[in-house]
């Protein structure tokens, strides 16, 4: 059983910056997919980036195209979103999420941390 837990969410001014980080243990080596995932107030979840662990292209929402960067450190098992120019549309809980397969739904996912982008 996989386990995630986020860390590096607050509160930041537009314009800032924030590195979440997610740590997966409980069999990760079996993990083929992560991502991130938010959810603003009032919305509905929504995808933010993901990354294979075998490498290739990252997938990522067009909101935070050339603001945020997915990666990942195999070796310790940890996933990580560098969040730039942040603004309050970026207000959400971010959520971790990992998938065994490089397709379909998401198998596993994070308790989620809050990031507040105040204005």
């Known amino acids: 059983q996989v386990q995630l837990v986020e860390s590096g969410g607050g509160l930041v001014q537009a314009g800032g910056s924030l590195r979440l980080s997610c740590a997966a243990s409980?069999?990760?080596?079996?993990?083929?997919?992560m991502g991130w995932w938010r959810q603003a107030p009032g919305k509905e979840r929504e995808f933010v980036a993901a990354i294979s662990w075998r490498g290739g292209p990252s997938p990522y929402a067009d909101s935070v195209k050339g603001r945020f960067t997915i990666s990942r450190d195999n070796a310790k098992n940890t996933l990580y979103l560098q969040m730039n120019s942040l603004n309050p549309d970026d207000t959400a809980v971010y959520y971790c999420?990992?998938?065994?397969?490089?397709?379909?739904?998401?198998?596993?996912w994070g308790q989620g941390t809050r990031v507040t982008v105040s204005s």
């Open positions: 409980g069999g990760a080596s079996s993990i083929d997919t």
């Open positions: 999420a990992a998938r065994l397969l490089n397709f379909g739904a998401y198998n596993y």
